[in-house]
C-alpha cells in the first residue's frame, strides 16, 4: 500500500477510470456486435448511432481514433456488401 497521499488518490481515481473505460469498451462491443447482427440478418439499422458510439469511446481515448474510424469503415462495408447481395 502506498505512503503518499498522492499515490492514495492516484490508486482511487485510476479505479474509478477502470470502471468507466471498462463499461465504454462494454457499450462499443455491444454496438458492433448488434450492428453486425442486424446486417446479417438484413434488418434496418441505425448507422448514425453506431458511428456516434465509436466516435465516443474514440474521443474518450478508449480507443485509438484510427481503430474508430477502421470499425466505422467496416461497418460501412458489410452493409454495402449486404446491400449488393440482394440487389
Do not use: C, F, W
Amino acid at each position: 500500500m502506498p505512503h503518499h497521499k498522492s499515490y492514495i488518490k492516484g490508486l482511487r481515481k485510476s479505479a474509478e477510470q477502470r470502471v468507466r473505460n471498462n463499461a465504454l469498451r462494454t457499450l462499443l462491443k455491444k454496438t458492433i456486435k448488434e450492428t453486425r447482427a442486424k446486417v446479417a440478418q438484413g434488418e434496418a439499422i441505425d448507422l448514425n448511432q453506431a458511428y456516434a458510439d465509436i466516435d465516443h469511446v474514440g474521443a474518450k481515448g478508449i480507443i485509438p481514433k484510427r481503430r474508430a474510424a477502421r470499425l466505422k469503415s467496416r461497418l460501412a462495408k458489410a452493409i454495402a456488401r449486404k446491400a449488393a447481395k440482394t440487389t
